[in-house]
C-alpha cells in the first residue's frame, strides 16, 4: 500500500518541489520514522492569530541572572525542564569554593562562552567555548573558570548520555572515537583545609565536610567516566544532492531525549535541493535550539545566545527571508545545540522572564 502518492508531489524528499508549494515532513519519531510530505499551497507557519498555551518560544538566556554569576557559592539556574530531562544556565565567575555531586541526574556541559578546568574524580577537564563535558550522575567535581565572562549550557537528564548508533555511517563519521578526551588522575593531596561536597538529591542540597580535599583519587579503571567531545572535532555529514534531516547531526542519545549539534557546512549544490530546513510540525518530540554561533540564517532576529523551543503540534521552518534567500548562499556558518525531548518541555518562571514574546509573529510574510 505504501508510499502513496497523490495530487502534486516531488517524487524524492527535500528536492524539485512542485512549482509554488511548501514542503512540509509530517514523520514519526523524529526523523526516524514513518512520514508523508506535504506540498502546501501558502507556509504553514503564516498564522494570524493564536489562543492557548501552545505555541513557539524563543528566549533570549543571555539576559538569564542565574545566582552563580556574582556569587561563587551560588547555583546554576533552571529555565526548561519535565520529568526526563532538565535545562540550565550557568554564568560562574568565580571558582566552586565546595566540590558538587549531583545525585539526580546526568549532566551535559555545554561551554557557550569561558574557559577554565572542571576538576573530577576522575582527573581535572580543561574547557573552553564550544566543549561539552559529559559529568556522569554522581561524579564529585568543581568548576573553575579562569575567565570572569562564562556561559554554560546545562543538560541534566535521568539517564546517561551516549554517542549515538552511527549505522551506515561507520564508526569514524561525525567524529572518531579518539578525538573524546578522558581525564587523567591529579589528586588534591596538599590541601589541609575543610572541603565541602555539595549533593544535590530530590531537587535539595545537603553537604557534607571532609578535612581533605575530596578529589584525592591517585588511580582509577573501568568504563565509566567524565568525557569530553569539542565541537571542532565533530566533522558533519551533508549530501550535496538532497537537505538531511536533523537526526544525521546526533551527538548524544539519553533517556527521552537526543542532543545534535548543527556546525559549519556547505549547503547543497543540487539546484533543486532545498536548502533550508523543511517546515514541520514536531509529532513526537519538542524541540529545543540553542544558537551558539555564526549567522542564523534561517531565523531573523536570533543572536548567539538565544533559544528557541517548538512544541510538538505546532509548526516550525525557515522564516520568509531565508526561503527566499536560500540559493544565494553557499554555505552555513552557523553552530548550534538541539535537544528534542521525547515529553512535553515545560517553561519554567526563569525561562518565561525572558521570553520574546512575540516570536510566534516572526515568520509574518509582512
Ligand atoms: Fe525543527
Redo the contacts with the bound molecule.
Sequence with gaps: MFPLRKGKAASQAHVGLPEGTFEEEHGRKGFYGRSAHLYHAHPPTNWIRFEGKLRPHCFDLNQMRPSDAGDPRGAPLAFLGNNDVKLSVSRRSEPMPFCFRNADGDELYFVHRGEGVIETDFGPLPFEKGDYVVLPRAVTYRVVPHTKDNFFLIIESKGEFEPPEKGLLGQHALYDPSVLITPEPAPILDDTSEWEVRIQCEGEFSSIWYPFHPLDVIGWKGDLTAWKLRLRDIRPVMSHRAHLP?SAHTTFVTQGAVVCSFLPRPLEQDPEALRV?FF?R?TDYD?FLFYHDGDFFSRDNIKAGMATL?PRGIH?GPHPKALANQHRKTHTDESAVMLDGLNPIHVLPAGEQVEWADYWKSWSPK
Design positions: 536533523p530546513p514541520h514536531n524541540e517548538h516550525h
